[in-house]
């Protein structure tokens, strides 16, 4: 049978594994089909690749988060709102998720 709709991959954590579980709850709900599998690479040079690329997304939405947070007329409702979106792909915890947080806190208190 081909798969081709749809593949997603996230490291294999229970952060990871409890949206996958609520995500096929969901398209269960909706009468569609899904199937959770955990896999691992054959290549495991390729698993340095692989967190390579997620880390390298989140990362880029953290700078941008950050470079907006640092400029005089922050829309710090909009950001906060991006900031969460990217914080769920951050499965890595990152350095940078860290000071972006860190930062709004400072122009938080800033502006009250």
Not at 55 to 64: D, L, N
Not at 69 to 84: K, M, T
Request: proline fraction near 2%.
């Amino acid at each position: 049978m081909l798969f081709q709709e749809a593949v997603w991959i996230l490291p294999s954590n229970p952060r990871g594994e409890e949206q996958f579980r609520r995500l096929a709850a969901d398209i269960l709900d909706m009468v569609g089909e899904a199937y959770l599998w955990e896999a691992e690479l054959v290549f495991l040079c390729q698993d340095e690749t692989l967190f390579a690329r997620i880390i390298s997304e989140v990362v880029r939405g953290y700078q941008t988060i950050l470079d907006a947070l640092q400029s005089l007329v922050a829309d710090l409702e909009s950001l906060s709102r991006q900031y969460q979106y990217n914080n769920l792909k951050d499965y890595f915890n990152s350095e940078l998720g860290k000071r972006v947080k860190e930062t709004f806190h400072t122009v938080h208190k800033g502006k009250t």
